[in-house]
């Protein structure tokens, strides 16, 4: 099967990528002292839909590979994913070693012991490639397996997941929560295209089911309301998000989202560096603390984290350098770029 050429699934991508950027500028201005109250809110909101979106999209264009063959799927996805994945822990771990500190992982770039662990047990936002990784494999392992066996599993553990029930690192939460996300887009391409056939009513019934969902996780103290709650809301959400962008893709906004949706790879993994030293020089330099200062400082770490990725990366293209940043050097992947 073809990989389906979608034009808003670029959007939702997009959408999913500045939801992140935003999230990580929340927590960056808080670690620096200048947090946002209605920031932090709005990050939390978002909790179920940033990363369900971005797996969603994943699993999508993910068939065509899932069904070729291990050694072609391990070089082109699997091996891939692990290679970027070991790179850039490294590559981060150097820059808050020597550039400016992680406020919000101490002992990244300070402690050895801690980056070998953090390779078992990521404790940073590179887990995203090692959880790719393991859903390529995972997906490829149970091919044979009835898929109305491998759903109630996968629901089951995105509820566990998104509970709390089990106390567990963030990283191994999220791949229990998102997993069947990145599944039912691999099998189910033309139930998603149906229903992104009538964008309005996936934004009229999916936009109030995520926003009470969502608030009902976020209030609750009970895990079994929590769970369930939080799955839902983030499948009504990808499914608002959805309709949002198949509506917007003839506009302006529609083409914004594509573009960064085209550039999601390096945004995700050097957008926390970038607004950390933009936060670090800030405060080096006495940026004001009051509300409009932190207003400009969020608009500055925003722009920073989603337009600097994109240049830097055009620039590593020009002097040579992404064959082996942002590709697998020692295969045919080389040769040309590899859209996440």
Not at 149 to 167: D, N, R, T
Not at 210 to 224: C, D, E, I, P
């Given at each position: 099967m073809n990989k389906p050429r979608i034009d808003w699934l670029d959007a939702v991508k997009g959408a999913s990528i500045l939801m992140v950027s935003i999230y990580h500028v929340g927590l960056i201005m808080d670690a620096y002292g200048y947090s946002i109250t209605w920031?932090?809110?709005?990050?939390?909101?978002?909790?179920?839909?940033?990363?369900?979106?971005?797996?969603?999209?994943?699993?999508?264009?993910?068939?065509?590979?899932?069904?070729?063959?291990?050694?072609?799927?391990?070089?082109?996805?699997i091996g891939f994913y692990a290679y970027l994945f070991v790179l850039w822990s490294v590559l981060r771990f150097s820059f808050f070693g020597n550039v400016v500190p992680n406020r919000l992982a101490a002992l990244e770039g300070n402690d050895w012991t801690w980056l070998i662990s953090s390779l078992v047990a990521p404790e940073t936002g590179a887990w995203f490639l090692r959880a790719l990784a393991i859903f390529y494999s995972l997906t490829k392992c149970v091919e044979s397996v009835p898929?109305?066996?491998?759903?109630?599993?996968?629901?089951?553990?995105?509820?566990?997941?998104?509970?709390?029930?089990?106390?567990?690192?963030?990283?191994?939460?999220?791949?229990?929560?998102?997993?069947?996300?990145?599944?039912?887009?691999?099998h189910f391409q033309h139930l998603i295209l149906r229903l992104s056939d009538m964008p309005l009513r996936l934004i009229a019934l999916g936009t109030p089911v995520?926003?009470?969902?969502?608030?009902?996780?976020?209030?609750?103290?009970?895990?079994?309301i929590d769970g369930p709650a939080e799955l839902a809301a983030a499948v009504a959400g990808v499914l608002?998000?959805?309709?949002?962008?198949?509506?917007?893709?003839?506009?302006?906004?529609?083409?914004?989202?594509?573009?960064?949706?085209?550039?999601?790879?390096?945004?995700?993994v050097m957008h926390l560096m970038i607004i950390s030293w933009v936060a670090h020089m800030a405060t080096q330099y006495n940026w004001p603390d009051h509300a409009a200062s932190r207003l400009s400082l969020a608009v500055v770490l925003f722009l920073a984290a989603v337009?600097?990725?994109?240049?830097?990366?055009?620039f590593f293209d020009r002097i040579g350098l992404s064959f082996f940043l942002f590709r697998l050097p020692w295969s045919g992947a080389a040769r040309k770029p590899v859209v996440v």
């Open positions: 920031l932090m809110k709005i990050n939390a909101l978002l909790t179920p839909i940033r990363m369900p979106a971005f797996f969603l999209a994943a699993g999508f264009v993910a068939r065509s590979s899932v069904n070729r063959p291990w050694l072609y799927l391990f070089e082109k996805r898929k109305r066996v491998v759903i109630p599993i996968g629901i089951l553990a995105s509820v566990i997941g998104f509970s709390g029930i089990v106390p567990m690192l963030f990283s191994f939460a999220n791949i229990l929560q998102y997993f069947v996300f990145f599944y039912v887009a691999c995520f926003a009470v969902l969502t608030v009902l996780a976020w209030r609750s103290y009970y895990w079994w608002a998000l959805i309709g949002i962008a198949v509506r917007l893709e003839n506009s302006l906004l529609g083409s914004v989202a594509r573009f960064f949706g085209h550039n999601t790879l390096p945004i995700y337009v600097l990725p994109v240049v830097i990366k055009r």
